[in-house]
């Protein structure tokens, strides 16, 4: 199994930056394709940005491509979100999840929630206006 801890989050005025970061714990880090999603009070939780497993593609919501960058570094079993040119709208509760490059997924819809099975316990993200 894998434990997730995310880190970084706190609050930023609008255009402004953070960078989050998530650390794993146990066997197989570098196996699992990993992502990160947000959830506002009243709203589902949603993809945000993704990595596979060795660092070699990237996939991002329309809503923050151009303004948030996913890293992974295998060594030190981590990943990180560089959330930069923050608006009042990218609040939200950032999860760090991962998934086994074996799990069988929906492949019509890779990047919803249910085709993960390993998160963390999640970072509050507060843009103010």
């Known amino acids: 199994q894998l434990q997730l801890e995310e880190s970084g989050g706190g609050l930023v005025q609008a255009g402004g930056s953070l960078r989050l970061s998530c650390a794993g714990s146990?066997?197989?880090?570098?196996?699992?394709?990993m992502a990160w999603f947000r959830q506002a009070p009243g709203k589902e939780r949603e993809f945000v940005t993704g990595?596979?497993?060795?660092?070699?593609?990237?996939h991002y919501a329309d809503s923050v491509k151009g303004r948030f960058t996913i890293s992974r570094d295998n060594t030190r079993n981590t990943i990180d979100l560089q959330m930069n040119n923050l608006k009042p709208e990218d609040t939200a509760v950032y999860y760090c999840?991962?998934?086994?490059?074996?799990?069988?997924?929906?492949?019509?819809?890779?990047?919803?929630?249910?085709?993960?099975?390993?998160w963390g316990q999640g970072t509050q993200v507060t843009v103010s206006s």
């Open positions: 990595i596979t497993s060795s660092g070699g593609n990237t």
């Open positions: 146990g066997q197989g880090f570098s196996n699992h394709y």
């Open positions: 999840a991962g998934r086994s490059r074996t799990k069988v997924i929906v492949t019509s819809t890779p990047h919803e929630a249910r085709n993960f099975d390993y």
